[in-house]
């Protein structure tokens, strides 16, 4: 079974210009999960999607980034426009639907702003 | 509040036991998970604990769960080179929902 797939898998932009990441979730899993992990700590959850709804978008930062799941499979993350401090790794996860249900990481995107 | 914490780094040597230990804050936490990561890599599951559980023990991980105290741990056991991480606790805290709270990360290296 293929894991959580995400593109690139590295970025470096300057300042001031647009990003955007894009993930591949488990086939059948419903639920979606964008996190940040800035170096020297854990993943904190920036959006939350239930198919193509986002049910907790309430850590994700409105006035730059923004994120859509179109088809309730595919997701992208953007962000516009980039700022120094959004040097992190961004990881996508996975899961089934319902309270609990493991949550599978891809690999994530390293992000360098210059 | 809701808060995860770890020591920040562990050094064994191989062969030995790996103790790692977590700390959490909301006594409402249903389930605790114990995420490992390594360089480059996403986080892989290991292994995850019901809050109504004390003891949980998977080939040569051991998890064991201090409710009272909030304190959770994981013992690797015949620790290899392999192993060398660093390793997320985390807590799920809404019933209901799958929303995950990760502690800083403890980074275990392991000398042959």
């Not at chain 2, 062969?15 to 998970?33: E, K, M, P």
């Not at chain 2, 060398?84 to 709270?101: M, Q, V």
Request: net charge negative; charged share 20%.
């Amino acid at each position: 079974e293929a894991g959580v797939v995400q593109s690139p898998r590295y970025k470096i932009i300057e300042k001031k210009q647009p990003v955007a990441f894009w993930c591949n979730p488990i086939s059948g899993h419903n639920t979606l999960y964008w996190y940040l992990q800035n170096l020297g700590q854990g993943p904190e959850l920036l959006i939350r999607y239930e198919n193509e709804e986002a049910v907790d978008d309430s850590q994700l930062p409105k006035d730059r980034f923004s994120a859509e799941r179109l088809k309730g499979v595919d997701s992208t993350l953007k962000i516009q426009p980039a700022e120094l401090g959004d040097s992190a790794v961004y990881l996508c996860a996975s899961s089934y639907s319902g309270p609990r249900e493991t949550q599978y990481f891809g690999p994530g995107t390293r992000l360098l702003v210059l | 509040g809701e808060d995860v914490e770890q020591s920040l780094f562990l050094s064994v040597r191989e062969g030995d036991s790996s103790v790692i230990n977590c700390t959490y804050t909301d006594s409402s936490s249903t389930y605790l998970y114990w995420y490992k990561q390594e360089p480059g890599a996403g986080l892989q599951l290991l292994t995850y604990i019901f809050s109504n559980m004390d003891m949980k023990q998977d080939q040569r991980l051991t998890v064991l769960l201090n409710k009272k105290d909030k304190h959770l741990s994981l013992r690797i056991a015949d620790t290899q080179t392999g192993d060398s991480a660093i390793y997320f606790c985390a807590e799920s805290l809404k019933e209901g929902y799958s929303t995950l709270t990760f502690g800083k990360g403890t980074m275990l290296l392991v000398s042959p």
